[in-house]
């Protein structure tokens, strides 16, 4: 499956963004798919993911509350609605899938075969 990243941009504090992961070649039904972040100088962490079929999601606590996971199976898309954003929150952003994905292991990058390109979030005053 080959994913594309796209909808970020240059926002103030407190503004929303959504991200969209689009896929190709396989649908995502099959798939648990997650979000991660890579800011300049640190490790690529976990931000939000779902289960395979959409079931249940997953949130790290910096985001809970602020971030929302969700899909659109008719487009093929998984979305991060981001609201309240905060300067820390800026990164780029990876989408990232998986068919053996199990809960225990949404949290972590290199459980995941296919990655989308990345898209730049950036939140400044």
């Known amino acids: 499956v080959q994913l594309q990243a796209s909808g970020g941009g240059l926002v103030q504090p407190g503004s929303s963004l959504r991200l969209s992961c689009t896929a190709s070649?396989?649908?995502?039904?099959?798939?648990?798919v997650g979000w991660f972040r890579q800011a300049p100088g640190k490790e690529r962490e976990f931000v939000a993911a779902r289960s395979r079929n959409g079931g249940s999601t997953y949130y790290d606590d910096s985001v809970k509350g602020r971030f929302t996971i969700s899909t659109d199976s008719a487009k093929n898309t998984v979305y991060l609605q981001m609201n309240s954003l905060k300067l820390e929150d800026t990164a780029v952003y990876y989408c990232a899938a998986g068919q053996g994905v199990i809960t225990s292991s949404l949290r972590t990058p290199d459980r995941y075969a296919h990655w989308g390109q990345g898209t730049q979030v950036t939140v400044s005053s």
């Open positions: 070649g396989r649908t995502f039904y099959n798939y648990a």
